[in-house]
């Protein structure tokens, strides 16, 4: 198993058409970049597909008053939307204002209106927001100095800027009616606040969610997922694979190289070397839950499959990881498996028994 990396499956949240977004996270999410206003140093862009991290830099007198100079990368977007981010700067900077964050614009004009989740060179963190065109520039300050989680949302018409150290509970401060919902540029800036200096900084786990309809219903509406590898000391997470069906509960092979997963009741085996699925052939046993757990030794899974002629009780078997009959282990239902004994004697799970929920263990060589 897998020291430095934990595997996690994260729902990704539907369009208000009721289908997943899908974003290919092994290219720029981004329809470009560009200076935003005369900046005297050319700005850029760069994106790491091996970490999916980016590296924006830029030079830029200011995104205040009436009008910008700073470097952007954007996309098109319309509709309601949630924009969020790892962020830090990189090194220390020429200037306490130079900024960095997430935007949201109506043209890329220097003078457009715009709605951005601010981070200062010094720690000040805020919402600053234009209306109009050429118009000044107002700001709400966040509590949070220097957070390194932001993320800024659209509902309808209202802007909610919330960040954190991460770990943390967020800040959030919002306005309202400043942009509708019209189609708009969002994206990550950067601005030096010394037009003759170019700054730099690394935007990552960065990812554009559509929110669900506000009459979702956890586990009757199933959305998309993203199958994630996360790096337990850093926090850098890494898309790879997406799915438009739910995935679930994703548990390492010994070996590093395989991600085990439930889907529709089926189990699959993502390769991360090829980035494809395969299905593991678990015969009679099609409609399975997330309770499945690899044998320490990763020989034997456990799963609990949900058996339709016991009122759809969910009973645990066990079969060869690589596919095979599965040997029932529970007589009775409900049982949900949880846990192998480091010697792969015994399986751990939680059964409903008499009424209550309690923690039980069984031998895996013969039935209870």
């Known amino acids: 198993m897998s020291e430095k990396y934990i595997a996690i499956s994260i729902a990704m949240m539907i369009t208000a058409g009721g289908t997943a977004l899908s974003q290919d996270y092994s290219k720029s999410i ?12 050319k700005g850029d862009m760069i994106f790491g597909a091996d970490t999916q991290e980016y590296t924006i830099s830029g030079s830029g007198e200011n995104i205040w008053f009436g009008s910008d100079q700073f470097h952007y990368a954007w996309k098109k977007m319309s509709g309601d939307f949630i924009l969020r981010a ?21 043209t890329l004009d220097a003078d457009s209106p715009h709605i951005s989740g601010t981070v200062h060179g ?11 065109r050429g118009g000044e520039t107002g700001e709400r300050k966040s509590s949070t100095v220097a957070p390194d989680v932001i993320q800024l949302e659209r509902k309808g018409n209202r802007y909610i800027f919330s960040c954190a150290h991460a770990g943390e509970t967020f800040d959030t401060v919002a306005v309202s009616g400043k942009l509708d919902s019209r189609e708009v540029f969002a994206g990550i800036f950067i601005c030096s606040h010394d037009n003759d200096v170019i700054e730099q ?10 929110p669900a309809e506000d009459d979702f219903v956890p586990y009757r509406d199933y959305i998309g997922s993203n199958l994630e590898v996360m790096d337990i000391a850093t926090g850098v997470r890494k898309v790879v694979m997406q799915s438009p069906v739910s995935i679930q509960a994703p548990n390492w092979t010994p070996d590093g190289n395989f991600l085990i997963y439930n889907s529709e009741g ?9 980035g494809q699925p395969s299905k593991i052939n678990s015969g009679f046993a099609t409609n399975n839950n997330n309770d499945h757990v690899l044998s320490f030794d990763g020989t034997m899974i456990g799963i609990s499959h949900h058996v339709a002629a016991e009122e759809n009780r969910s009973v645990i078997f066990t ?36 009424g209550n929920f309690d923690i039980y263990k069984i031998s895996v060589k013969k039935k209870k």
């Open 122 to 132: 010094d720690g000040l963190t805020s919402l600053q927001y234009r209306i109009t």
């Open 30 to 41: 981004f329809d470009g970049n560009s200076d935003i206003g005369a900046c005297s140093i």
């Open 266 to 274: 089926l189990l699959y085996r993502f390769d991360l070397r090829n």
């Open 201 to 210: 900084a690394r935007f990552y786990n960065v990812r554009i969610i559509r």
């Open 319 to 354: 079969m060869p990881a690589d596919g095979g009959t599965p040997k029932r282990i529970t007589e009775e239902g409900p049982s949900y498996l949880h846990g192998w004994s480091p010697d792969g004697r015994y399986l751990t799970y939680t059964a409903v028994r008499d």
């Open 86 to 106: 790892n962020i830090s700067f990189t090194g220390q900077g020429s200037h306490m204002h130079r900024k960095i964050g997430w935007m949201v614009r109506e």
